[in-house]
């Protein structure tokens, strides 16, 4: 079968993708390898009339609401490899769980990949103890002694911000970030503790944060850590010799959200630093109408829309 569109990936960006192309009525096929980004977080916050909800809930609530549409499919299955069809425009084959798929257009919805620090006790409390965004996690966590690990000059003011969840706010930086005198002295005048001791390990049980402790043995509690794991993108994106920005998120146009690779759309985490579901549903919507349109208006032209259902 020939696939209007393929979304690739089955995260809120993807999932709101296939209820607008379902809406529209396009035909559409959803493959996910799974499992979630955030699936080590207990629960996703900050998302209209959805906070609170476990990952894997808000997932298959969307999926069951698909089930309206029966032009739209969603299978579990990562896919391996995607080829431009020669000579037609938007035209690709995409492998997947041993099966090839046809469709016109593609819609990248693949998330990033976070990459553990290397610190002992990182990966055990990551999405528990330590968390990335306030925003997400900040109100579970609020008047806790919070830690920041800084690896990069942003994540110095980043720490002041966080004064507006916790009184007990220290940056920790390892010894591998110099702070200019004037950060130094913003952070200090703000109730910001700092912390240049390099770092051993983290001290906790079943994913809870005690303590940091450093390099001389010595331990400072801390109940909660922010950190900002470096992130890559999925194999697909470099295989598809995608444009990304200085950054490495992929760049899109920002009114069509097609890629450098025409009949390639794209949205969700894979494009931006402001990460959270809300803004991926957003993005996913947006690549959706704007994919619909160029198809249909396509379509329509050529006299390859179906006819209507006959009139008495
Ligand atoms: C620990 C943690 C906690 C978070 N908590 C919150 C929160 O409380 N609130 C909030 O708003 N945001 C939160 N976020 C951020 C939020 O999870 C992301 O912004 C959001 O999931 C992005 O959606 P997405 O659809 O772009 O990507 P993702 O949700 O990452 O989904 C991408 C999907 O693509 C699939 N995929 C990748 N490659 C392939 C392939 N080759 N074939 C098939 N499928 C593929 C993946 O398996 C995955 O299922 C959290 C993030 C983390 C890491």
Redesign the pocket.
């Known amino acids: 079968m020939l696939y209007d569109a393929l979304i690739?990936?089955?995260?809120?960006?993807?999932l709101s993708a296939a209820l607008t192309l379902g809406r529209a009525r396009r035909s559409a096929l959803l493959?996910?390898?799974?499992?979630?980004?955030?699936a080590?977080?207990a629960?996703?916050?900050?998302?209209f009339t959805r906070d609170g909800t476990p990952p894997a809930e808000l997932r298959s609530i969307a999926r069951a609401q698909l089930a309206a549409y029966p032009q739209v499919r969603v299978q579990d299955?990562?896919?391996e490899r995607v080829e431009r069809v020669e000579g037609a425009r938007g035209a690709f084959s995409v492998w997947?769980g041993g099966e090839v798929h046809r469709a016109r257009r593609l819609l990248l919805?693949?998330?990033?990949i976070?990459e553990m620090i290397d610190l002992e006790g990182f990966a055990a409390m990551?999405?528990r103890s330590i968390?990335?965004?306030p925003y997400?996690?900040g109100w579970e966590v609020q008047d806790r002694r919070m830690g920041v690990l800084a690896q990069q000059p942003e994540q110095l003011e980043f720490a002041l911000m966080l004064r507006g969840w916790s009184a007990e706010v220290v940056v920790l930086t390892g010894g591998a970030l110099p702070i200019p005198p004037e950060q130094r002295a913003r952070l200090t005048t703000g109730g910001v503790a700092i912390d240049e001791r390099p770092l051993r390990r983290l001290l906790g049980e079943d994913g809870v944060l005690h303590a940091v402790e450093f390099d001389d043995g010595a331990q400072r509690p801390l109940e909660v850590l922010f950190a900002r794991p470096p992130q890559r993108q999925?194999p697909?994106v470099a295989a598809l010799g995608l444009a990304l920005d200085g950054h490495g998120f992929v760049q899109v146009d920002p009114m069509r959200r097609e890629t450098s690779a025409p009949g390639v759309y794209a949205?969700?985490?894979?494009c931006t630093p402001m990460?959270?579901?809300?803004?991926?549903v957003g993005q996913?919507m947006h690549a959706a109408a704007a994919l619909n349109h160029e198809l249909t208006v396509e379509l329509a032209l050529a006299g390859a829309l179906p006819p209507g259902p006959p009139r008495a």
């Open positions: 690739i990936g089955g995260g809120p960006a993807g493959l996910d390898a799974g499992p979630a980004r955030n080590a977080a629960q996703v916050h900050n998302l299955a990562r896919v997947a919805c693949l998330g990033m976070d990551w999405g968390v990335i965004c997400c996690h999925q697909l949205a969700g985490d894979l990460q959270a579901a809300a803004a991926a996913g």
